[in-house]
């Protein structure tokens, strides 16, 4: 009795404080809702600020930041903000930065086999083909084992953008028989440095900025970036008029967005799936966002800049082929290379199993777009 008789005054009394001041009420009846302040991630680009895949970039943070609903926030940096473009993964894997956009061919230099997730072998028909070789194919089990075991980074990884073939490049002069990229100073990145080297040219890797300064003064005799609307913003026009397109040294390429393995961890896991679908979202987009853009910036290169806009020559392109043979073979059997050996044999292979089949499907199943297009389109 003599409890009761205590502890019901007081229980009333909160009630009544409660219903008075409505506070009391609330937490009572939802003690689950989330009072977290915004959680911002700096999110740092490998790209010019003017650059469309900047603006990709931007595509992805901005899905993230609007549904996150305020409680999870990307702040967009471009290229050099904080570190240079082929310093992102050490500055997002040491935590200087929280993540990043780029594309796996950055870090080839760390090891070889980065290349294979983004300028592989022209044994994918296309970049989605590459990207659901990696989603479904197992290139996500080998490229966890790359990040985690072989070069050991502290970073989680999202593939995400399927690129179309990139071009040749720009020159000079064109590019008529594989004998005049001897002795060509040339930019590129990757698995296509070594390709080039191959066929004999003086490679240079340099990040998206700083090509059209090296191309202006000499320091290089030929480069490729990516595509039509990258390549006229930054201003490659206006240093050569030789744009040649088609080429196998990077057929399929994607993007990938880094986050810091432990502040990825770190977020409710409410805000890692949305990370990981305004990847997938953000895929999507741009697919069909460059379908428009990278023709129309073709054209008006053409129309009113003056650039010849050449297709790479038949002997150029087998002549590649032939030199992708000579880099794989190369980097499957020589152990003293990095990443050489059974790491790179070991993903040659997976991908070689998928293409064999997804390739085969699409080539026995699809029509050619060449007659379809050409009958209603061909006379204009």
Request: glycine share 10%.
């Amino acid at each position: 009795m003599t409890g009761s008789t205590v502890e019901a005054p007081a229980r009333r009394g909160f009630l009544k404080a409660a219903a008075a001041t409505g506070a009391g009420v609330a937490v009572l009846a939802t003690p689950n809702v989330s009072r977290a302040q915004t959680t911002t991630l700096r999110f740092q680009s490998t790209w010019p600020q003017r650059d469309i895949f900047h603006e990709f970039a931007g595509d992805f943070v901005k899905r993230v930041n609007d549904m996150a609903g305020g409680r999870l926030r990307l702040e967009l940096l471009a290229a050099g903000a904080v570190v240079g473009a082929f310093q992102l993964l050490d500055a997002v894997s040491a935590g200087t930065l929280d993540g990043g956009h780029g594309v796996p061919a950055y870090w080839f230099g760390k090891n070889k086999a980065f290349s294979l997730f983004g300028t592989s072998p022209p044994w994918f028909g296309d970049a989605n083909q590459l990207l659901g070789w990696y989603h479904y194919g197992g290139g996500e089990a080998l490229y966890n084992e790359l990040l985690n075991e072989h070069v050991k980074v502290n970073v989680v990884s999202f593939m995400t953008g399927p690129m179309p073939t990139q071009p040749l490049g720009w020159f000079k002069n064109p590019i008529e028989r594989p004998e005049q990229i001897r002795g060509l100073k040339y930019r590129t990145v990757g698995l296509a440095a070594d390709l080039f080297a191959e066929l004999g040219a003086a490679v240079v890797s340099l990040p998206g900025g700083e090509i059209v300064p090296a191309l202006e003064r000499g320091v290089i005799d030929g480069a490729e970036f990516n595509n039509p609307s990258s390549d006229r913003v930054l201003g490659f026009p206006d240093v050569a008029k030789v744009y040649m397109i088609q080429s196998f040294h990077q057929r399929t390429e994607s993007f990938e967005v880094l986050f810091n393995k432990g502040k990825f961890a770190a977020l409710p896991a409410e805000h890692q799936a949305i990370i990981k679908f305004a990847s997938e979202s953000a895929s999507a987009d741009m697919s069909w966002k460059l379908q428009d853009r990278y023709s129309r910036d073709l054209l008006a290169m053409a129309q009113q800049q003056g650039v010849q806009v050449r297709p790479t020559p038949r002997p150029v392109l087998d002549a590649q082929l032939a030199a992708w043979n000579r880099v794989v073979q190369k980097y499957e059997g020589d152990a003293s290379a990095p990443a050489a050996g059974p790491f790179f044999k070991k993903v040659c292979d997976s991908q070689r199993d998928w293409c064999r089949r997804v390739g085969n499907f699409f080539l026995r199943y699809e029509a050619s777009p060449v007659i379809s297009y050409n009958h209603f389109f061909g006379a204009r």
